[in-house]
């Protein structure tokens, strides 16, 4: 190599750093002053070891490559990046060798590109196999010595070991695509594959493209009772389920929370793809072991297709949420097809919601009572209290339709809060007024009770308002019996042992059990209307065998039975050929508000006789 070429290597080296390497200027100055045989070598002595202690410093390797003959140079500082002690690279071959697979394309054609001159520098970030055989990220910068006919006869630089600066990057982008939790692909991720997929479609015949939106059922209520480290390990684990139960194809991802979202690609027919949701369905149900405590859980899954539901990929995931619900105001455990007539449930269901926030605030909701009457004499026996929402335009929203919408948006804790208070200062009204109300049963919702503190909330109230214990009856449904040892078991034990009334309403639409029964001591249960309306359907039906079978299991547990919703004297009479005490329905009367339940059963409170005085005993 002459001098020229020398000169030209180790300033183009030089000058990429942007280094100010005094001590090389100043051995310059001096070599020029020697002769020229002895300048050549000495110079190019100096000038390395100057370039040297400067690039150590900057901890950046150097190299040069001749790309005709191929020869290869790199500094030691290179190989004591990669963990190399001897210099083995002697050509491009050996570079090469070391240079991660997949870059090797990209990393030819920046060398290429250099050369040609369709490029001022080299410059390109790649992966090169270190000694222990991981793989270095480095960034190449260099360039090349041209002769008079712009042939590259020489190319030089330096070299930045940026894995550090790599892996950060890769970290952020995994960050941002990915579910720290599960390791599934998140929904951003999810969004820019599928709208990748549609955009292909675009021009052709589209292929069926499937959203299905998975949500696991009651999924709050296993945080609430077993806290968020157990609902996230269950989470890990049905994500390693779902996984396997998806082709390769497919994309899985967790949206959020307990949500998950499948793209199925190429989809063909509705029955293939409802059996593979139902496998899904079926994949989530089977029992699962989180920290030691077996559970069974359930999901409910929304289905939106490409192109007959929607062209896009927000729509698409929209309206498969849309289904969902639907799923889940079936019971859950179910898998619902998008169909366009759900938006208009969705935009009911959103009003609703709407409304109901606003509706405590501007006096809306109210309190019916109906009476609960022995089947036998027709003597009140006690009374329910009963929500209505009359809105302001005056009309009646049912509590079929709005407490569900209450418990899915979280005011159901309110409401209840709202019921609980309004029924209590009733009751202190009439005793006020000296009448004498009976029990009042007032309905709590099992996500109230999943919370502990509402039982001290109405031990407090009825203190406040001097009420006994025994003035009120708090009515359950059999979806506090999902979680076995949930908070709601302790706080129904905290009222009985205080000596608050319970009751088990709907009994036989929900999850009955003996065990249950046995385990929670009721003091009423309330056999729900379905099988009421029945009771007067012959002794052979099979639900009047199924009604007997209640009301005896009932008695052996020693509670008062209470048929609701008896609403012709047929039936009363066979309920009381069954032995069952009470009923309440419009038999017997409608709900009706405070003033006109007082007026029609409330009885004033005798006051003692008098006690003789001295006066009259002398009389």
Known sequence: MGLTAALACVGTAMALRGAELWAVGAAIAWLLTLPLAVCEFAFLRAAFTAQKLAMRGAHDGLWWWDPISKRLWVGARLLEILGYSENFLKDTHGWLALVHPDDRVSYNLAVARHLKGESRFFYHEYRVKANDGTYRWIASRGEAVRNRKGLATLMAGSVSDITVRRQSEARIRDLAFHDQLTGLQNRAALSDRLDLALTRNNGREPSRTAVLFIDIDRFKDINDVHGHQVGDRLLVKLAKRLRAGVR?????????????????????????????????????????????????????????????????????????????????????????????????????????????????????????????????????????????????????????????????????????????????????LWRDAGLRPPTVAINISALQLLRPGFAEALFAALAQRKLPAEAVEVEVTESVFMQPESAAREEMLCMRQHGVRLALDDFGTGYSSLSYLSAQEFDTLKIDRSFVSTADAGCHAREHSILRAMVAMARAFDMTVVAEGIEREAQRDALLALDCAQGQGYLFDAPLAPDAFADTYLAPVQAPAAPFSSVASEA
């Not at 109210?366 to 006690?382: D, F, H, I």
């Not at 418990?407 to 009751?427: F, N, P, S």
């Open 248 to 428: 390769g194809s497919d994309t899985l991802a967790r949206q959020g929370g307990d949500e998950f979202i499948v793209v199925l690609s190429e989809v063909d027919e509705h029955a293939d793809l409802m059996a593979i949701a139902r496998k899904l369905l079926d994949t989530v149900e089977a029992p699962i072991e989180v920290t030691g405590l077996e559970m069974l859980v359930t999901a409910s899954i929304g289905i939106s297709i490409y192109p007959d539901d929607a062209s896009d990929a927000d729509t698409l995931f929209s309206n498969a949420d849309t289904a969902m619900y639907e799923a889940k105001a079936a019971g859950g455990n179910q898998v619902c097809m998008y169909n366009h007539q759900m938006n208009d449930v969705v935009r009911e269901r959103m009003n609703l919601e709407v409304g109901l926030r606003m509706a405590i605030n501007r006096g809306e909701l109210r309190l019916v009572y109906q009476p609960k009457v022995s089947l036998g004499s027709g003597e009140l026996k006690g009374c329910e209290a009963l929500l209505r929402w009359h809105r302001a335009d005056g009309s009646l929203v049912g509590p079929d339709r709005f407490i569900p919408v209450a418990e899915r948006c979280g005011l159901i804790e309110q409401i209840g809060l709202w019921v609980m208070t309004t029924a209590l200062d009733q009751i202190a």
